[in-house]
């Protein structure tokens, strides 16, 4: 197979050209360098904020597998801070690991009931996935209003703030969590069966069914895995700012989300997915984020930026699209291809 | 009786698509005020008729003439603005919509651009009246049962244009009574002047409501005969091709021994579901393969898919070995030892975008869950071995099953069930559109496996193919199980026809 054929070359391309034309407005942009022990420089800001991002198009990668869709991870993310900001809060010594830990744990279970509500809707109630995960959507924030009693809460908390600031290994802690989600997905959805019997529910829910696969149990798996997902978003994002916001955190991020699944080749219809696709597709749009701020695109405009970014990339993708290009500029392709690329003969006969 | 000069006329009309001749000089007529039934098998060229005429394809050679000015539709909107409605099985209309909306969708009465709602409801309430349907215009048209929905699809068609109606197997999802309902319809029209087109693989309703017939074989045209000429038995003859008494000589050998007997491993006991199956009795014992005969619909599919759970019986009671269960899934089932291929390989049987390798090993690790993957290296030696015995090509696990062809895709359902060594294999239609070599493949591992004790219901509207390899063949019509025969010597290819055909043998 050639190698711009690959499923991801595309992204690579583009993601490959965002950072070169940063290099050209900022010549320091690839310039990382080790200060007390701790890696800084722009491309550990992008992987630094992206995170929250990975976390949510990993668990939204599963969904869509699926043939369903989440709108409600970023009101998850925005319920998963406001709890553990409240708790913390709420703490005599908000330096106490273990109140923090007990905090984390709590806004990480309550997430996990996020996700598993979405999941009966869909699997048990067979309410449509766009309906079901929009209740949670627009309830989750009153959610979080609820806890946080509208207001903001702000912690001064240590232990909580290494989570989205803190660093290990050199590298910044809310990094190694999202690289420690992807490797958990991989071998969750790889070393086991479960990647395959999600595409297989996706691709054909009715054959699967007669091939004695529950689509249920898969359904449920999926939605809690995207709801926990968001949920450790959450506290990143809760982290990194000290305090919880109800309306800010996560807002449109399942916008991101979805865009970034896309982007990395899985398709919205369920069925084949790639984790890997996914967590690239993240990393260019938090790319194109930074790049917007360093090219100077006014704040109006960026979003305007990124969508026509994000449209060249799609209609590169596009084997039409691709096709209608090429066949402009190039004749018309000799009548015997070239017996490498030839299928294999088929005989049969339209019934 | 002098006969009205004919609303219809195709002659001479050819059609080939690549590699196949579908319509071979077939010539049709159709009068005014008459039902006229289209036999024949499936692959007869029953529906490229219909779609050479509804201008759904063109045509190689021949003239369609309406009314005697020669047309050519460029499609069944055009068609149907001259005069050609047809309504297919599948009902084409907007559920949600009510039933005014559908009749009414896309010409809808209007002034200075705004629908008039009223004058719509009035309208389709008139239509529905008469043709003798006590059905609410206004209510949505979901609210009311498939047949219903079947005579709004139809009512909408003779609205827009009346003088020839093309119904599609209208029945195929219909019980009797809502059957009855549907012609009373039918006959109401024909007796406006309407010519009715009625292509329908259930034998009994062309006796009562189709007053002459137009039989296909093979893409060439038959004969035309008045139903009242023809009986049931002779239809079949005609439409299978050779004289009952005639298939006897060329019956190829059955099983060598008797199906052993003791405990059966399943046991249905009036089993039934509403509308699929009328409840039946089934014993099948280890070792046995019991061959299910009847013309597509006579609800044989139906009958297996509730022995595996697909579907649930809304009565009766199933036993497997001797204790009774309730299935309720697919995976139920499977957990019983019972296996099921279906005969829709596309939509109920491989998944396309997964590879050979996916496919074939899916149903064993469905039925060990999640947490229990195969291991890669048993899945290999499965696959590998399982290609080169069923002669799968490409013989490349790694091709997306979507690429292989119809009949290599069967295999690797076959494969997908043997690898989970079930007690009891359910093929449903496995030899279609396969070649000759792969068939004799089949038939003959389904012989072999009988041999080692599996239990085998094998469907397939081929009789040689069943007569070859059953111990019993059970005989459906009309979606009820109406014979058991035994394979013994008595049993050949004609009397199963006489029995299909609902003769006197049984």
């Not at chain 2, 197997?169 to 319809?185: I, M, N, Y």
Request: aromatic letters at 4%.
């Amino acid at each position: 197979m050639s190698v711009w054929r690959h499923r991801l070359f595309w992204p690579v391309l583009v993601l490959a050209a965002l950072l070169a034309s940063n290099l050209f407005f900022a010549p320091r942009f690839f310039a990382v360098r080790l200060q007390d022990g701790h890696l800084y420089g722009s491309l550990v800001d992008i992987a630094r904020n992206g995170a929250p991002l990975i976390l949510v198009a990993l668990g939204m990668t599963l969904v869509i597998a699926t043939g369903g869709i989440d709108l409600s991870v970023g009101s998850v993310m925005a319920i998963s801070g406001a709890l553990a900001c409240v708790l913390i809060s709420d703490l005599g010594d908000q330096n106490s690991v273990g109140g923090v830990l007990a905090a984390i744990a709590a806004a990480l279970l309550l997430s996990l009931l996020a996700g598993v509500w979405n999941g009966l809707l869909v699997a048990v109630a067979g309410i449509q996935p766009i309906i079901a995960t929009l209740i949670l959507m627009v309830a989750g924030r009153g959610i979080a209003q609820l806890i946080t009693s509208g207001q903001i809460i702000n912690v001064r908390s240590g232990p909580y703030r290494v989570i989205g600031g803190g660093y290990a290994l050199a590298l910044p802690v809310s990094v190694l969590i999202a690289a420690a989600a992807v490797a958990l997905a991989v071998v969750l959805t790889r070393r086991t069966a479960l990647g395959l019997l999600i595409e297989s529910v996706g691709d054909s829910p009715t054959a699967s069914r007669l091939a004695g696969i529950q689509a249920r149990t898969l359904m449920l798996m999926v939605y809690v895995f995207a709801a926990v997902c968001a949920g450790v978003a959450g506290l990143i994002y809760s982290s990194n700012v000290a305090s919880a916001d109800s309306n800010a955190a996560g807002n449109l991020i399942e916008l991101d989300a979805i865009l970034a699944v896309v982007i990395g080749g899985t398709a919205l219809a369920g069925g084949r997915f790639s984790l890997a696709g996914s967590v690239l597709g993240a990393v260019i749009i938090q790319t194109l984020n930074v790049t917007c701020v360093s090219i100077g695109i006014p704040v109006e405009t960026t979003l305007l930026f990124k969508a026509i970014v994000v449209i060249i990339l799609c209609l590169m993708q596009s084997a039409t699209f691709r096709a209608v290009v090429t066949g402009r500029f190039r004749r018309p392709p000799p009548a015997s291809p070239s017996p490498a690329a030839a299928p294999a003969p088929r005989t049969e006969i339209p019934a | 009786m002098a006969e009205p000069s004919p609303v219809l006329v195709m002659t001479g009309i050819r059609k080939t698509f690549p590699g196949v001749v579908a319509l071979d000089g077939v010539d049709f007529r159709l009068f005014p005020g008459e039902v006229h039934a289209l036999m024949g098998e499936n692959g007869a060229g029953k529906s490229t008729l219909i779609k050479v005429l509804t201008g759904v394809y063109g045509v190689d050679e021949g003239e369609v003439l309406l009314e005697g000015r020669p047309v050519r539709f460029a499609g069944p909107l055009q068609a149907q603005q001259a005069g050609v409605s047809t309504v297919y099985q599948e009902v084409n209309l907007c559920p949600n919509l009510s039933v005014a909306e559908n009749i009414f969708i896309g010409r809808e009465p209007r002034r200075a651009g705004l629908i008039r709602w009223a004058q719509m409801r009035r309208a389709a309430s008139a239509l529905l009246r008469r043709l003798g349907l006590e059905v609410d215009a206004s209510a949505p048209l979901s609210t009311y049962s498939l047949a219903i929905q079947q005579m709004v699809a139809i009512a909408r068609a003779v609205d827009v244009s009346a003088k020839v109606l093309v119904l599609d197997e209208p029945t195929s999802s219909l019980d009797a009574s809502e059957a009855a309902q549907l012609f009373t319809v039918v006959r109401r029209l024909q007796a406006d002047g309407v010519a009715v087109l009625f292509v329908t693989h259930f034998l009994d309703q062309v006796y009562e409501i189709a007053d002459r017939m137009t039989v296909l074989r093979n893409g060439r045209l038959i004969g035309e005969y008045r139903t009242a000429e023809l009986s049931q038995r002779d239809l079949v003859t005609t439409m299978i091709g050779r004289e009952l008494a005639d298939l006897a000589g060329i019956e190829p050998g059955r099983p060598d021994a008797q199906a052993p007997r003791g405990e059966p491993v399943m046991r249905a006991q009036a089993l039934g579901r509403d509308g699929a199956i009328a409840p039946f009795d089934l014993s099948i014992h280890p070792g046995e393969v019991i061959g299910l005969a009847g013309l597509l619909g006579s609800g044989r599919t139906e009958l297996a898919r509730l022995l595996f759970g697909a579907d649930r019986a809304d009565r009766g009671a199933l036993q497997v070995d001797g204790r009774r269960v309730h299935l309720r899934s697919p995976r139920s089932a499977m957990a019983r030892g019972v296996a099921f291929s279906s005969e829709n390989r596309r939509t109920e049987g491989v998944i396309g975008d997964l590879t050979v390798r996916e496919n074939i090993v899916l149903a064993l690790q469905a039925a060990r869950g999640w947490a229990r993957p195969v291991p890669r290296r048993t899945q290999d030696e499965l696959v590998g071995r399982y290609l080169t015995a069923l002669r799968i090509q490409p013989a490349d696990p790694e091709m997306p099953v979507r690429n292989l062809s119809g009949g290599n895709q069967q295999k690797v359902l076959l494969a997908r069930w043997l690898i989970t060594s079930p007690r009891l294999l359910i093929v449903d239609e496995p030899t279609r559109g396969i070649d000759v070599g792969a068939k004799a493949e089949i038939q003959r591992l389904v012989a072999e496996l009988s041999g080692g004790g599996m239990a085998v219901i094998y469907i397939s509207a081929e009789l040689e193919e069943v007569l070859r390899l059953s111990h019993k063949i059970e005989v459906l019509r009309d979606r009820k199980l109406v014979a058991e025969l035994d394979n013994d010597a008595t049993v050949n290819a004609d009397r199963i026809m006489q029995t299909i055909a609902g003769g006197a043998a049984s």
